[in-house]
């Protein structure tokens, strides 16, 4: 059976349909569900459904602003814009990595927020009320637990340490003045939360339409586990150590590529294959695609394509230098070390003789513009149309790049999807076969137990794609850019073969909402600081004639383009520990006195 999710409508208001008003206004909706509910199968995939688009979220959400983060639009790709990866124009779209976050006030806010927990709850409850077999409850509750941990496996990235609560809760519940459940018995619950997911939910192929399954629930397993085990190794001052949840991640990840069931979509066309993994119609028959939401026209549709880098501003977008500069030489040598690189004089040069990536990530110039055969008002704002550069401010372009490196993965040239409001049909990837590879290397390298065979089979896989020479063990590049600002910034500076998976996760998996939860788990947030974190690419007065330096765009001392320089005329701060945290509303603290402060965040 294919795998994708298909976002379902029933939800509690096919509860509420059911019912006669009579019958509402004797119980509230916990007494309806609790005197009427609970009899069937039925019954448990209605109230299940309520949580796949919760979860899952795919292109929605378009418009609305992401607490506590501050980014506007859906998590994939704008949550990069927490990152140094891209920045926005706007300072509060990366308000933690901007130096801007203040501890909200208003209880409930900010990512504390605990109804998601007491509806999962709340389900696993009552669900074996149900008159059908143990082994249909089960899968149910598998689904349940998956988003239960991806519910914990958030708050524990926000927070560090969160109450864990196994009932459902009431207003007169005492549980509501937990304390925080330490981080070791927190993740020890969370892992078995996934794993009775990837117990109970069905294989692949046998699960229904549109539902989770196994696989689905291994990749979450893999992905919570190689978070866990690195944050351990690298926040020493837990004194815990992350060998087990490593451990898990390679066991996790090593199911999935010993099934069988997946591979890396190719079609020998490493100029062109990357860029078309993320524009595609569907993803029923893509082998990469482990899990991937569907819209379908006049049922769920939304406006990614035409909203995309300029929704109300906050999201006007480019991707950082320090991003580029990582893309290696199509010798597989950093920028630093080969002889194929021409240097940052221009955008033109920047981009020849790169990894194939690059060009299919970031706009290269003249490139990726609408068919201008097309009609429409909006065509592909600043993606080299009417000339050979992007846009940028000055340049009269109406939705201009702070930057100048366009970001183009996504971008789909479909005059029809651009002008979809709210009934744009493009799929979204969610979970991808690649992350499994990347997981499976970074697990066995923080282990010490990888080997060329690992490499060949995870690595080399996504390198064959690109047309990128295979990573090898014995000849591992140096890079002594990247290691000073890794020594300078982070403190310390990770092997040679570290260092290749980590660029390696970067270039592969960028715009795809990851970059952030990496930097707080390696230890790494300073490199949210250097200058080219904030910094854009070469300008040439010659290619903007228009463009007045000092007015409408500034410049670091090398000439780049340096979008923050009036707005952090001191640039990025990063304290440690605090910014790998975010703090607890006040109210919270005041109402449940049983709490503590997040790290840093006390005074």
């Given at each position: 059976?294919?795998?994708k999710?298909?976002?379902?409508?029933f939800?509690?208001?096919?509860?509420?349909?059911?019912?006669?008003?009579?019958?509402?206004?004797?119980?509230?909706?916990?007494?309806?569900?609790?005197?009427?509910?609970?009899?069937?199968?039925?019954?448990?995939?209605?109230?299940?459904?309520?949580?796949?688009?919760?979860?899952?979220?795919?292109?929605?959400?378009?418009?609305?602003?992401?607490?506590?983060?501050?980014?506007?639009?859906?998590?994939?790709?704008?949550?990069?814009?927490?990152?140094?990866?891209?920045?926005?124009?706007?300072?509060?779209?990366?308000?933690?990595?901007?130096?801007?976050?203040?501890?909200?006030?208003?209880?409930?806010?900010?990512?504390?927020?605990?109804?998601?927990?007491?509806?999962?709850?709340?389900?696993?409850?009552?669900?074996?009320?149900?008159?059908?077999?143990?082994?249909?409850?089960n899968?149910?509750?598998?689904?349940?637990?998956?988003?239960?941990?991806?519910?914990?496996?958030?708050?524990?990235?926000?927070?560090?340490?969160?109450?864990?609560?196994?009932?459902?809760?009431?207003?007169?519940?005492?549980?509501?003045?937990?304390?925080?459940?330490?981080?070791?018995?927190l993740?020890?619950?969370?892992?078995?939360?996934?794993?009775?997911?990837?117990e109970?939910?069905?294989?692949?192929?046998?699960?229904?339409?549109?539902?989770?399954?196994?696989?689905?629930?291994?990749?979450?397993?893999?992905?919570?586990?190689?978070?866990?085990?690195?944050?351990?190794?690298?926040?020493t001052?837990?004194?815990?150590?992350?060998?087990?949840?490593?451990?898990?991640?390679?066991?996790?990840?090593?199911?999935?590529?010993?099934?069988?069931?997946?591979?890396?979509?190719?079609?020998?066309?490493?100029?062109?294959?990357?860029?078309?993994?993320?524009?595609?119609?569907?993803?029923?028959?893509?082998?990469?695609?482990?899990?991937?939401?569907?819209?379908?026209?006049?049922?769920?549709?939304?406006?990614?394509?035409?909203?995309?880098?300029?929704?109300?501003?906050?999201?006007?977008?480019?991707?950082?230098?320090?991003?580029?500069?990582?893309?290696?030489?199509?010798?597989?040598?950093?920028?630093?070390?080969?002889?194929?690189?021409?240097?940052?004089?221009?955008?033109?040069?920047?981009?020849?003789?790169?990894?194939?990536?690059l060009?299919?990530?970031v706009?290269?110039?003249?490139?990726?513009?609408?068919?201008?055969?097309?009609?429409?008002?909006?065509?592909?704002?600043?993606?080299?149309?009417?000339?050979?550069?992007?846009?940028?401010?000055?340049?009269g372009?109406?939705?201009?790049?702070?930057?100048?490196?366009?970001?183009?993965?996504?971008?789909?040239?479909?005059q029809?999807?651009?002008?979809?409001?709210?009934?744009?049909?493009?799929?979204?990837?969610?979970?991808?076969?690649?992350?499994?590879?990347?997981?499976?290397?970074?697990?066995?390298?923080?282990?010490?137990?990888?080997?060329?065979?690992?490499?060949?089979?995870?690595?080399?896989?996504?390198?064959?794609r690109?047309?990128?020479?295979?990573?090898?063990?014995?000849?591992?590049?140096?890079?002594?850019?990247?290691?000073?600002?890794?020594?300078?910034?982070?403190?310390y500076?990770?092997?040679?073969?570290?260092?290749?998976?980590?660029?390696?996760?970067?270039?592969?998996?960028?715009?795809?909402?990851?970059?952030?939860?990496?930097?707080?788990?390696?230890?790494?947030?300073?490199?949210?600081?250097?200058?080219?974190?904030?910094?854009?690419?070469?300008?040439?007065?010659?290619?903007?004639?228009?463009?007045?330096?000092?007015?409408?765009?500034?410049?670091?001392?090398?000439?780049?383009?340096?979008?923050?320089?009036?707005?952090?005329?001191?640039?990025?701060?990063?304290?440690?520990?605090?910014?790998?945290?975010?703090?607890?509303?006040?109210?919270?603290?005041?109402?449940?006195?049983?709490?503590?402060?997040?790290?840093?965040?006390?005074n």
């Amino acid at each position: 059976m294919k795998t994708k999710y298909i976002i379902i409508f029933f939800i509690a208001i096919g509860l509420i349909s059911s019912c006669d008003d009579d019958f509402l206004e004797l119980y509230p909706l916990d007494s309806v569900v609790d005197q009427n509910y609970w009899n069937n199968e039925s019954d448990l995939k209605l109230f299940a459904n309520s949580f796949y688009g919760r979860y899952i979220e795919g292109f929605d959400n378009t418009l609305g602003i992401r607490n506590p983060y501050g980014y506007r639009g859906s998590s994939i790709p704008y949550g990069d814009l927490h990152s140094d990866n891209a920045l926005s124009e706007n300072l509060s779209t990366g308000r933690m990595v901007n130096g801007l976050y203040v501890i909200p006030s208003q209880a409930g806010t900010g990512g504390w927020n605990w109804e998601n927990v007491r509806d999962l709850n709340f389900f696993l409850a009552n669900y074996k009320k149900a008159d059908i077999k143990p082994e249909i409850k089960n899968i149910y509750a598998g689904e349940i637990m998956f988003f239960k941990t991806m519910e914990y496996f958030n708050k524990i990235k926000l927070f560090g340490e969160v109450p864990w609560y196994s009932e459902p809760l009431n207003p007169d519940s005492e549980a509501l003045y937990n304390p925080k459940t330490p981080r070791a018995a927190l993740m020890d619950s969370v892992l078995l939360a996934i794993d009775r997911s990837v117990e109970w939910l069905p294989a692949k192929g046998s699960e229904g339409d549109g539902r989770l399954n196994k696989d689905m629930a291994l990749l979450l397993k893999a992905r919570v586990c190689l978070y866990e085990g690195t944050f351990r190794k690298y926040h020493t001052e837990l004194g815990l150590s992350g060998e087990k949840f490593l451990n898990e991640a390679v066991k996790a990840s090593e199911e999935l590529m010993n099934s069988s069931h997946y591979s890396i979509w190719s079609t020998g066309d490493p100029a062109n294959d990357y860029h078309n993994l993320f524009i595609q119609d569907s993803y029923a028959s893509n082998p990469e695609i482990i899990l991937w939401k569907e819209y379908s026209s006049g049922l769920l549709g939304h406006g990614f394509l035409r909203y995309y880098l300029w929704s109300i501003g906050e999201n006007l977008a480019g991707f950082s230098r320090s991003l580029m500069d990582e893309y290696l030489c199509s010798d597989g040598l950093p920028t630093s070390e080969s002889p194929l690189f021409m240097g940052k004089d221009s955008l033109q040069v920047e981009f020849k003789n790169r990894d194939p990536r690059l060009a299919q990530t970031v706009c290269p110039p003249g490139q990726y513009a609408l068919d201008n055969s097309l009609t429409g008002s909006f065509v592909a704002r600043g993606k080299g149309y009417n000339g050979e550069m992007p846009g940028i401010r000055g340049s009269g372009e109406e939705f201009p790049t702070p930057t100048g490196y366009w970001p183009i993965k996504f971008w789909k040239n479909d005059q029809a999807e651009v002008n979809s409001i709210q009934t744009g049909t493009m799929p979204c990837p969610i979970f991808r076969y690649a992350e499994v590879l990347l997981i499976n290397s970074e697990a066995h390298a923080e282990l010490g137990t990888c080997t060329q065979n690992i490499l060949d089979n995870t690595i080399n896989i996504l390198r064959n794609r690109a047309g990128m020479p295979n990573l090898q063990l014995t000849n591992l590049p140096i890079d002594p850019v990247l290691d000073e600002r890794y020594s300078n910034y982070c403190g310390y500076i990770p092997d040679a073969l570290l260092r290749e998976i980590r660029r390696e996760r970067r270039v592969e998996l960028v715009w795809e909402n990851f970059r952030w939860d990496d930097l707080v788990r390696w230890r790494a947030g300073k490199l949210l600081t250097v200058p080219e974190a904030v910094g854009g690419m070469k300008f040439n007065q010659y290619q903007y004639p228009a463009v007045v330096p000092g007015s409408d765009v500034f410049l670091d001392t090398e000439g780049f383009l340096d979008p923050y320089r009036n707005a952090l005329p001191g640039g990025r701060i990063f304290e440690e520990p605090k910014n790998y945290y975010f703090p607890i509303p006040i109210e919270d603290l005041v109402i449940n006195p049983n709490l503590t402060q997040s790290p840093g965040w006390e005074n």
